[in-house]
C-alpha cells in the first residue's frame, strides 16, 4: 500500500525544485500524501510509502545532492517503489525524445530496481548561479524548456500506478 509519498530533489538554481514540487501537487490532487524536500534535507525514508527522486543535470552529471541521497538511503529504497527524473537539456529535446539516464543516475537505477525513469527539459535564465551556468545564459543558450504539460502526465502516471498497488 502506497500512500504517504517523498519527492526529493537536487537543484542548483531551483528549476528541478519547481518541477519536484508540480510532481508533488498532481500526486496530492490523485488522492495521495505527497511532499517534495530538498535531497540533501531528508535523514529517513522510513515514513515514506514512495518515492520520487529528481536531479539537475550538470555536465552529463546528475546533481550530487540526488547521487548522495541515492547513496544514503539505498537500503531503503529497495523496499518500495522508487521513480526518477532528471531536468536540464537547454533544448527541445527532451519533449521530442526520450533522454536516457546519464551514468550516474543509471548506476542507481540498476541497484535499486527503480521504476522508471524520465527526463524533462530544464531552465536557466538570468541570475543562475557559477560562472559556466552564466555564460551559458549570456551566450543566448538559456531559456526554460520545460514541459509542464508533460511533468505533470507523468506523475499522474506515478500516482496510477500508485493507485493500483493500493488496490491489490
Not at 517523498?6 to 500524501?33: C, F, H, M, P, Q
Not at 505527497?34 to 535531497?39: F, K, N, T, W
Not at 527541445?92 to 521504476?115: F, N
Request: aromatic residues 8%; without cysteine.
Amino acid at each position: 500500500m502506497s500512500n504517504n509519498v517523498l519527492v526529493a530533489y537536487a537543484t542548483k538554481n531551483g528549476s528541478t525544485a519547481e518541477i519536484a514540487e508540480a510532481v508533488a501537487a498532481v500526486l496530492r490532487k490523485d488522492g495521495l500524501t505527497a511532499e517534495a524536500l530538498p535531497a540533501r534535507s531528508v535523514t529517513d525514508v522510513g515514513p515514506y510509502d514512495a518515492v520520487v527522486v529528481g536531479g539537475g543535470l550538470y555536465a552529463g552529471r546528475w546533481h550530487k545532492d540526488a547521487r548522495r541521497f541515492v547513496r544514503r538511503q539505498r537500503r531503503a529504497l529497495t523496499e518500495r517503489p522508487v521513480w526518477f527524473f532528471s531536468s536540464g537539456p537547454l533544448d527541445a529535446s527532451a519533449s521530442e525524445r526520450d533522454i536516457p539516464p546519464v551514468p550516474g543516475a543509471r548506476r542507481a537505477m540498476d541497484k535499486l530496481r527503480v521504476t522508471e525513469h524520465v527526463t524533462f527539459g530544464g531552465r536557466l535564465e538570468e541570475g543562475a548561479e557559477g560562472r559556466i551556468a552564466r555564460m551559458i545564459v549570456q551566450s543566448g543558450k538559456g531559456g526554460d524548456f520545460r514541459d509542464f504539460a508533460a511533468i505533470e502526465s507523468w506523475a499522474a502516471g506515478v500516482a496510477k500506478a500508485l493507485g493500483d498497488q493500493r488496490v491489490q
